[in-house]
């Protein structure tokens, strides 16, 4: 049940217990009990909305920012990569393969305030070798939700 608890509940968290149970096909507190499982395990992390902010008229920048760092003998990414995290700035982080190691998700108030970030509290760190910021313009879909409203087809009725 676990595969098909977690597809519901990221497909959709707002789910109530009753529905997950009526779609799963088991008791309500069968539901339950696995939902308190899986977060207390760590296997569910947590829920979130996903806000579209530009029509939410919250005037934000996103970027993404490739980091090359010297990994630290014995700890390899794990060190610079926890630090990196830790800072309030930073949404997401990821050990990539490729050109650089990790990629940092990051959401401020303007382009200064990020770059601002960037040249003061993440170049510095230890173990950072340089940085690449691209500057996230509009987003299309985000964790599997689309941003831009369906097009309407204005072509009228053709009738012969």
Excluded: C, W
Excluded at 4 to 16: M, P, S, V, Y
Excluded at 36 to 62: F, H, M, P, R
Excluded at 70 to 92: C, T
Aim: hydrophobic share 45%; charged share 30%.
């Amino acid at each position: 049940m676990d595969k098909k608890l977690l597809n519901l509940l990221e497909t959709d968290a707002k789910l109530t217990v009753k529905e997950l149970a009526v779609m799963l096909n088991v008791k309500e507190e069968v539901v339950e009990k696995e939902i308190k499982q899986l977060e207390e395990t760590g296997v569910i992390k947590g829920y979130k909305a996903i806000i579209d902010k530009e029509k939410a008229n919250v005037e934000t920048v996103s970027a993404l920012i490739e980091i090359k760092v010297q990994p630290k003998l014995g700890h390899g990414f794990e060190a610079i990569a926890d630090r990196i995290a830790k800072l309030d700035e930073v949404e997401s982080i990821y050990l990539m393969s490729g050109g650089f190691d990790l990629a940092v998700m990051v959401t401020d108030k303007s382009f200064q305030e990020v770059a601002m970030f960037v040249a003061e509290r993440l170049s510095p760190l230890e173990g950072v070798v340089s940085t690449a910021t691209h500057f996230i313009l509009k987003k299309y879909k985000e964790q599997g939700v689309l941003f831009s409203d369906e097009e309407k087809d204005d072509r009228g009725t053709v009738s012969f």
